[in-house]
Structures are given as structure tokens and as C-alpha cells.
Nanobody, 123 residues
Framework: QVELVESGGGLVQPGGSLRLSCAAS????????MAWYRQAPGKQRELVAA???????NYADSVEGRFTISRDNAKNTVNLQMDSLKPEDTAAYYC?????????????????WGTGTLVIVSS
């Protein structure tokens, strides 16, 4: 089964940028929608960005205009460019399958969860 390894997290000041990467151990080309999730301390995991094989994207309102998701099926990677970071973006970030249509989550977390990568936004 495909395993996921997230990287790229760290400590960044408010207004700064980070680029997260997710490397899959196998092909993701047959997975239509891949997504990035985050979980802040004491909160539920939430989907922040998703992308289909066709390049359609979907973002949580809280990150719209600041985060950009991309995927490279040839390299089996999914990336998340995060700009204009805010303290409330502090969380552990994970990638997995998933898509969202309004309040409905589709095919969320169909692969084993990785260990995530921690993002801390603080001055």
C-alpha cells in the first residue's frame, strides 16, 4: 500500500512562507483527488487544500488566496506552498486522499496517515 511522507515544516514568522512536500511510496496517478490536511492542538483534523488529476483545486476559506496546492504524478509528490502565514496556521500538516464539495467530504484519508510535518507560525 502507498505510504506517505510529509516534509518541509518548521518555525516561521507571521507573514512568512513555507513549502510542504508529500512523497508517496507508490503511484498516485490513479488517485483522482489528493489533499493536505492540518490538525492544530485540541482541534479536529481539517482539509485545507485538495487537487484532482485534472488540476482542479479546492481550498478552505481560511487559506484561500494564501496557499497553493500542486501535484506531480511523475514524481508521486503533492506540494503545498504556504504564503502570508498566520499564527492560526500553526498545526501538524498531513497529506492523504480527499476532496470536498460544500460540507461533504469525499474519499478522505483512504491511505495510511503519515507522521505529518509540524508548522509553527510565531514571532
Amino acid at each position: 500500500q502507498v505510504e506517505l511522507v510529509e516534509s518541509g515544516g518548521g518555525l516561521v514568522q507571521p507573514g512568512g512562507s513555507l513549502r510542504l512536500s508529500c512523497a508517496a511510496s507508490g503511484s498516485i496517478s490513479n488517485i483522482n483527488a489528493m489533499a493536505w490536511y492540518r490538525q492544530a492542538p485540541g482541534k479536529q483534523r481539517e482539509l485545507v487544500a485538495a487537487i484532482t488529476n485534472g488540476g482542479s483545486t479546492n481550498y478552505a476559506d481560511s487559506v484561500e488566496g494564501r496557499f497553493t496546492i500542486s501535484r506531480d504524478n511523475a514524481k508521486n509528490t503533492v506540494n503545498l506552498q504556504m504564503d502570508s502565514l498566520k499564527p492560526e496556521d500553526t498545526a501538524a500538516y498531513y497529506c492523504n486522499t480527499g476532496w470536498v464539495v460544500g460540507p461533504i467530504h469525499l474519499n478522505s484519508g483512504m491511505l495510511p496517515w503519515g507522521t505529518g510535518t509540524l508548522v509553527i507560525v510565531s514571532s
